[in-house]
């Protein structure tokens, strides 16, 4: 009669271990998940980054060419009349010029710094959850393996039960 019951608790066991598999696929389903959510966001802030950039670039151009035609109409004049106003003018530009690529150098280092901080956050965070899945994993694998040798074990005990409880005829 023993062997009965301990053929119910390895049922049970297996019922335990299928548990256990179960919840090792969830887990590797939930990985890839993340990794894909990481990668979209990844790529969301790297796209909203070179938008920035990418505007601030535009702005600077247009500026810029302004400002060199502006450049160019005032050297046409300086050299047909010669006028020392006209090089204050001129050096007023280039001082202009200057600024506006120091302003754009600083503009675009500061949404670089902005976005790469986004980023960093993001990896982070990415970085802990899959810390949190790897433990869990491993918890999952322990007890599927315990289980195991408990299953092993209680094969090992219904044989036995079953050889002990077995009628002999001498």
């Known amino acids: 009669m023993g062997w009965v019951v301990l053929t119910l608790r390895k049922k049970e066991l297996k019922r ?7 919840r090792d696929l969830q ?4 990985q ?26 535009t702005s600077y151009n247009d500026q810029r060419s302004s400002l060199r035609d502006q450049l160019s109409v005032l050297r046409e004049d300086q050299s047909e ?13 280039q001082s202009e010029l200057e600024q506006l690529q120091l302003t ?3 503009n675009t280092n500061d949404v670089k710094t902005f976005y790469e901080t986004e ?11 899959e810390t949190m899945y790897e433990q869990e994993k491993v918890d999952v694998e322990s007890q599927m393996e315990s289980v195991s040798q408990e299953i092993q074990s209680v094969s090992d005990a219904i044989s036995n039960a079953i050889q002990q409880s077995t009628i002999k005829l001498s």
């Open 16 to 22: 335990t271990h299928a548990d256990y598999q179960m």
């Open 81 to 93: 009349s010669g006028s020392s106003e006209t090089a204050a003018e001129i050096a007023d530009i």
């Open 119 to 129: 980023l960093a956050m993001i990896e982070e965070e990415a970085n802990d959850i």
């Open 27 to 30: 887990i590797a389903r939930e």
């Open 104 to 106: 754009y150098s600083e």
């Open 32 to 57: 890839r998940q993340m990794s894909r959510q990481y990668q979209y966001e990844q790529s969301v802030i790297q796209g909203q980054q070179n938008e920035e950039v990418r505007d601030l670039r």
